[in-house]
C-alpha cells in the first residue's frame, strides 16, 4: 500500500511539473508570434480615414460611430479626420467670427480629388475595395471582415520632441513578417491633432467649442508616401523623418500615423500604428 502511495504521489507531482512548465521559444504561427502569456500578437491594425467638414450638419454623427468603434475594437483602430472634399463644407469663413478655421491640408485635398468619397461623411476602412469611401452604417462590417487577418508586415514607431524648436524626429521600422508578394508598396507617414476646439455644425446647432478629433495635420513624407524596396519575409527599412509643428497646435494631443499601402489602383492598407509626438 506504501508503495502504491508513492507512485500515486510521484504521478502528481510529474503532471504538475509538466503542466506548469514554461515555453522557452514563442510558437510562431504564419506571421502572428504566441507567447505563453500571449502578449507577443501582431495585430492587423485599421486605419480609419473619415471624409467629414466643419460645416457638415451630419459629420458628427460619423465622428461619433467613428468613437464607438475605438471603444469597441481599442487600438486595432487608427482614426484619422479628413477635412477635405466638399468646399461647401470645408472652407473657412473668413471674417464671419465662427467656422473661419481651415482644416484643409494639400494632401488631404489631394486624397478627396484621387478617391472621389460620395459625401460627407463617409470613410474608408484601411482603404478597402479600391479606396472606396462608405458611410458610416457600415463600417464595422468592413472591420470585422479584416480585423482577424495575419498582418504582412509591422510598423514601429519612435519619437523624439525638441520643446524650443518644435521640431519631432520620428523614427521608423517596418518589418515584413510574410511575402508581400507581387505588389508594390509604400511607407506612408501622417501628423495628425486631437482635441481641437473650434466650430462644428450638428444638425441644425452651431457648437462653438466642438472637440474635433483625429485631425489631419499634414503628410510628413510627401502626399503618396515613399516605395519600399523589399517585402521578403523578414526584411527591414528604418527611415527617420523631422517636421516642425505649427505654433497653434498642441504639441501634447499631436500624434504620428505611419501605414503600408498597396500602390494604386488598389491602395489598400495592410498594416499600420500611431505614437504620441511626446512620448
Same mark, same amino acid.
Request: proline share 5%; hydrophobic share 35%.
Given at each position: 500500500m506504501k508503495q502504491i502511495t508513492?507512485?500515486?504521489?510521484?504521478?502528481?507531482?510529474?503532471?504538475?511539473?509538466?503542466?506548469?512548465?514554461?515555453?522557452?521559444?514563442?510558437?510562431?504561427?504564419? =506571421?502572428?508570434?504566441v507567447d505563453d502569456g500571449d502578449? %507577443?500578437?501582431?495585430?492587423?491594425?485599421?486605419?480609419?480615414?473619415?471624409?467629414?467638414?466643419?460645416?457638415?450638419?451630419? *459629420?458628427?454623427?460619423?465622428?461619433?460611430e467613428m468613437q464607438r468603434l475605438v471603444g469597441v475594437y481599442g487600438d486595432q483602430i487608427i482614426p484619422v479626420s479628413l477635412h477635405a472634399g466638399n468646399i461647401t463644407f470645408n472652407a473657412p469663413h473668413t471674417g464671419s467670427g465662427s467656422y473661419e478655421t481651415d482644416?484643409?491640408?494639400?494632401? &488631404? =485635398?489631394?486624397?478627396?480629388?484621387?478617391?472621389?468619397?460620395?459625401?460627407?461623411?463617409?470613410?474608408?476602412?484601411?482603404r478597402l475595395n479600391g479606396a472606396t469611401a462608405i458611410p458610416f452604417a457600415q463600417w464595422e462590417s468592413e472591420i470585422i471582415s479584416i480585423k482577424d487577418t495575419p498582418p504582412l508586415a509591422e510598423i514601429t514607431i519612435e519619437t523624439s520632441y525638441n520643446t524650443t524648436t518644435r521640431k519631432v524626429t520620428a523614427d521608423i521600422e517596418t518589418e515584413w513578417l510574410l511575402d508581400g508578394?507581387?505588389? %508594390?508598396?509604400?511607407?506612408?507617414?501622417? +501628423? +495628425?491633432?486631437?482635441?481641437?476646439?473650434?466650430?462644428q455644425l450638428d444638425g441644425s446647432t452651431d457648437v462653438p467649442d466642438y472637440d474635433h478629433r483625429h485631425v489631419?495635420?499634414?503628410?510628413?513624407?510627401?502626399?503618396? &508616401?515613399?516605395a519600399i524596396s523589399s517585402?521578403?519575409?523578414?526584411?527591414?527599412?528604418n527611415k527617420s523623418?523631422?517636421?516642425?509643428?505649427?505654433?497653434?497646435? %498642441?504639441?501634447? %494631443? *499631436?500624434?504620428?500615423?505611419?501605414?503600408?499601402?498597396?500602390?494604386?489602383?488598389n491602395y489598400e492598407v495592410i498594416q499600420a500604428n500611431i505614437h504620441h509626438v511626446k512620448e
Amino acid at each position: 500500500m506504501k508503495q502504491i502511495t508513492q507512485t500515486i504521489a510521484l504521478i502528481i507531482i510529474t503532471s504538475l511539473f509538466y503542466s506548469c512548465d514554461k515555453i522557452d521559444h514563442p510558437l510562431q504561427d504564419g =506571421n502572428i508570434i504566441v507567447d505563453d502569456g500571449d502578449t %507577443n500578437v501582431v495585430k492587423r491594425r485599421i486605419l480609419m480615414e473619415e471624409f467629414t467638414g466643419h460645416f457638415c450638419s451630419n *459629420c458628427p454623427q460619423g465622428a461619433a460611430e467613428m468613437q464607438r468603434l475605438v471603444g469597441v475594437y481599442g487600438d486595432q483602430i487608427i482614426p484619422v479626420s479628413l477635412h477635405a472634399g466638399n468646399i461647401t463644407f470645408n472652407a473657412p469663413h473668413t471674417g464671419s467670427g465662427s467656422y473661419e478655421t481651415d482644416f484643409r491640408t494639400p494632401a &488631404g =485635398n489631394d486624397y478627396a480629388t484621387t478617391f472621389q468619397p460620395f459625401g460627407l461623411p463617409s470613410g474608408m476602412v484601411s482603404r478597402l475595395n479600391g479606396a472606396t469611401a462608405i458611410p458610416f452604417a457600415q463600417w464595422e462590417s468592413e472591420i470585422i471582415s479584416i480585423k482577424d487577418t495575419p498582418p504582412l508586415a509591422e510598423i514601429t514607431i519612435e519619437t523624439s520632441y525638441n520643446t524650443t524648436t518644435r521640431k519631432v524626429t520620428a523614427d521608423i521600422e517596418t518589418e515584413w513578417l510574410l511575402d508581400g508578394g507581387s505588389d %508594390n508598396y509604400k511607407l506612408q507617414v501622417y +501628423i +495628425i491633432e486631437d482635441h481641437i476646439i473650434d466650430w462644428q455644425l450638428d444638425g441644425s446647432t452651431d457648437v462653438p467649442d466642438y472637440d474635433h478629433r483625429h485631425v489631419l495635420r499634414g503628410a510628413i513624407n510627401t502626399t503618396w &508616401g515613399e516605395a519600399i524596396s523589399s517585402t521578403l519575409p523578414g526584411s527591414k527599412d528604418n527611415k527617420s523623418y523631422t517636421y516642425t509643428l505649427a505654433g497653434n497646435w %498642441n504639441e501634447d %494631443n *499631436c500624434e504620428i500615423v505611419a501605414f503600408i499601402y498597396k500602390e494604386g489602383p488598389n491602395y489598400e492598407v495592410i498594416q499600420a500604428n500611431i505614437h504620441h509626438v511626446k512620448e
